[in-house]
Structure formats: structure tokens, C-alpha cells
Nanobody, 123 residues
């Protein structure tokens, strides 16, 4: 499956962005999806994950209550709604997919990756 992440941009602290991760090649239905981010000079960190059905989601503590992951399998798309963005949210955001019911929090558990989209939060 090929993944295309989009929706990044420049936003002020406290602002909102919605990232999209569109799949092609195969249906998303049987794939759990995760969002990760890599800030400059740092490791790639887990942000949020969603099960193949959308019934289960998980979030990093740093984004709980501010970010929401959702999906529409009919549209082969997963979204990451990011509200109340903080300066430390500046990073390249990646979506990833794994052929499984449940989402995982480790990057090495995912088999397919999108190219990343830059999010810059100005202070």
C-alpha cells in the first residue's frame, strides 16, 4: 500500500491543522494506521494510532485532548486533527500502516510509510 501524507504548513501557537493520509494500491480496511513525528535533532516519536475499524484509538500523552485521529475506509483516508498546537509540535509528520487490527506505538512495527509533511508552529 502507498501512503500520501498532506496538510502540513505554518501555523501560530494555539492554531489548528488537519493532516491527511491517503492510501492507494490496496484498501485501507485491514490496516491499522499510526502518525509519528520527527522534530529537528530528535527521534521519531509516536503521536496517535487507530485500529483498522476505527473503533480504537491511542495517543501519546503529549497530545491527548488536543489531537484526534479518525478514518474513513470508504475514502481510504486517515486524518489527524491537531488543535491547540504548541511550538514543540514543529516536526515532520509521517503516517504509517500495518496489516493488523490494532495500532502499535513503535515505529518498527509498521511496514508502510508516507513521505512526511512538515508542520511548523511559530511562537
Amino acid at each position: 500500500v502507498q501512503l500520501q501524507a498532506s496538510g502540513g504548513g505554518l501555523v501560530q501557537t494555539g492554531g489548528t491543522l488537519r493532516l491527511s493520509c491517503a492510501a492507494s494500491g490496496r484498501t485501507y480496511t485491514n490496516y491499522a494506521v499510526g502518525w509519528f513525528r520527527r522534530a529537528p535533532g530528535k527521534e521519531r516519536d509516536f503521536v496517535a494510532g487507530i485500529s483498522w475499524s476505527g473503533s480504537s484509538t491511542t495517543y501519546a500523552d503529549s497530545v491527548k485532548g488536543r489531537f484526534t485521529i479518525s478514518r474513513d475506509n470508504a475514502k481510504n483516508t486517515v486524518w489527524l486533527q491537531m488543535n491547540s498546537l504548541k511550538f514543540e509540535g514543529t516536526a515532520v509528520y509521517y503516517c504509517a500502516a500495518r496489516y493488523s487490527r490494532s495500532a502499535y506505538v513503535r515505529a518498527e512495527d509498521y511496514d508502510y510509510w508516507g513521505q512526511g509533511t512538515q508542520v511548523t508552529v511559530s511562537s
